[in-house]
């Protein structure tokens, strides 16, 4: 089939049979929900860029596994310019978006998976990574999304996952089957899981012997039975619902989460890449870590851009942008935001071959581009709000200016600077707001310190990838110690 249009993705999901919740009602066509059509817009993009003169270089590539041209999306990386191209596309959506666009947790996936169940087969003598060959090949040839279902709910956190008083608090094997397995558990915070075809799942964390029944991988189509997804809630999410919801901020893309339960999914035996080796579920989670922790160095990036974008055109909006303090801020915002770039491309410059051919990011500097996207986001927000003032959380709807009887007072009284209409000034505030308050606060600053883990988990990576030792011997010599 090749590439999928965007319309046709649109279509496909409408026609899809997922059991999606929303409020506690039942949703039939995700894309035409008013809280969840945003997000579907989102996801849609990276179809449409894959297609456009000045894109399509950026988000299609040539598939190792048939040679075709295929969405960038479902690329399993072969060279460090893959790397670096993948991070390069991630900041176009972000950019375009202002948003979490979702494709990428699943292709970050698709890369790991591919890794693993070569390792695996080397190691123990098993077929996954044929098997998972199979699913890729239909994944790039169909051009689907796949969504990565990683992060269980956990329960009693000093547990490991068999000792939980209730077993499901982690996805597990309950039945084997002749064909396949039964699973049972859920998965939280599941990034574009609703707008995605498949739902790839692996464990969330490294396993011991008696943790064996958790250690499984596998792949099933998102209308599944048994598959049910509940969706996550978002700041002001609500305004959307409001006619022609004018202060949403961003009127077209939006990211989300949902809770993907798993009630007893039967998984054919061709569609498991790990059932039961529970001694790579840790390579597993730290190599799928590293590959999202990179791409955090692009996507937020995108989304900064827009932010910064924002805060310098209130600025001159209100006839601040002149003033040293504020050009100093905009710098500093800008000087944060290509620091976060910076560590993304470093991580995919110092990236490796693994043993299955695939490439993957140095650990170390993807670590530590996602330790600072915990911090940078918020203080790139600071600035903004500092620079936006207080309106930004106090001003009256677009609506109110509409009004007969107080519009004209919002009119006069929210203008910036001579020519500049109160509308301009509060379609910006609503932006600014959306990004560092709203719906697009949990894809800048909620998924920045606890997406693909929070920073506690980087700084553990970051202890132990680097070379202490030889920066002690450097230290020792020098000052002649022996
Ligand atoms: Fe992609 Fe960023 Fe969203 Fe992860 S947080 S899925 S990298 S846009
Ligand atoms: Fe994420």
Excluded at 49 to 68: D, I, V
Excluded at 118 to 136: C, E, K, N, P, V
Excluded at 292 to 301: F, N, Q, T
Excluded at 377 to 404: V, W, Y
Aim: with cysteine; hydrophobic share 35%; proline share 3%.
């Amino acid at each position: 089939m090749g590439l999928m249009t965007k319309e046709r993705y649109l279509s496909g999901l409408r026609e899809f049979d997922h059991s999606v919740f929303i409020n506690g009602e039942a949703v039939q066509n995700v894309p035409d929900h008013p809280i969840s059509a945003p997000p579907a817009m989102a996801m849609a993009e990276t179809y449409y860029l894959a297609q456009q003169e000045k894109t399509k270089s950026l988000f299609t590539t040539k598939s190792n596994l048939t040679g075709e041209t295929i969405n960038r999306f479902t690329h399993i990386q072969q060279n460090i310019n893959d790397l670096i191209k993948k991070i390069l596309m991630l900041r176009e959506m972000g950019k375009k978006t202002a948003c979490c666009f979702q494709r990428c947790a699943g292709l970050d996936c698709l890369n790991t998976v591919y890794a693993i169940t070569y390792d695996m087969d080397q190691a123990s003598g098993t077929r996954y990574h044929g098997r998972f060959i199979d699913f890729l090949r239909y994944i790039q040839t169909n051009d689907l999304v796949t969504a990565a279902c990683m992060t269980d709910p956990k329960g009693d956190r000093s547990l490991s996952p068999s000792k939980q008083a209730d077993k499901d608090q982690y996805v597990h094997i309950v039945e084997e089957k002749e064909a396949g397995i039964v699973v049972r558990g859920a998965k939280l915070h599941i990034t574009g899981s609703v707008n995605s075809h498949e739902l790839v799942v692996v464990p969330t964390r490294a396993l011991k012997e008696e943790d064996r029944d958790y250690a499984v991988a596998f792949a099933i189509p998102a209308d599944t039975k048994g598959v049910t997804f509940i969706y996550g809630r978002q700041p002001s999410d609500r305004r959307r619902l409001e006619d022609g919801g004018p202060d949403v901020g961003n009127f077209f893309y939006g990211g989300c989460e949902a809770m993907v339960v798993f009630d007893d999914v039967f998984v054919p035996k061709e569609r498991i890449f790990m059932n039961r080796e529970y001694s790579f579920a840790g390579q597993l989670v730290e190599l799928f870590a590293s590959h999202h922790r990179a791409s955090y160095g692009g996507c937020k990036v995108g989304v900064g851009d827009v932010l910064i974008g924002a805060t310098a055109a209130i600025a001159e909006a209100h006839g601040t942008d002149k003033s040293s303090h504020v050009k100093d801020k905009i710098s500093e915002m800008i000087h944060l935001n290509e620091t976060l770039h910076a560590g993304a491309l470093a991580s995919a410059g110092k990236g490796s071959r693994t043993a299955s051919g695939a490439y993957e990011v140095d650990r170390l500097m993807a670590n530590v581009c996602k330790l600072n996207v915990t911090r940078f986001p918020f203080e790139i927000s600071r600035l903004a709000q500092d620079i936006a003032g207080g309106l930004l959380a106090t001003m009256p709807s677009l609506k109110d200016q509409e009004n007969p009887k107080i519009g004209p007072y919002v009119r006069k009284y929210l203008v910036g600077k001579s020519g500049v209409e109160s509308e301009k000034r509060i379609r910006l505030l609503r932006l600014i707001e959306n990004i560092t308050l709203g719906t697009g606060a949990v894809s800048y600053l909620t998924e920045s310190i606890h997406g693909a883990g929070s920073p506690q988990a980087q700084k553990i990576m970051i202890s132990r990838l680097s070379d202490l030792e030889s920066a002690k011997t450097s230290a020792f010599h020098l000052c002649g110690v022996k």
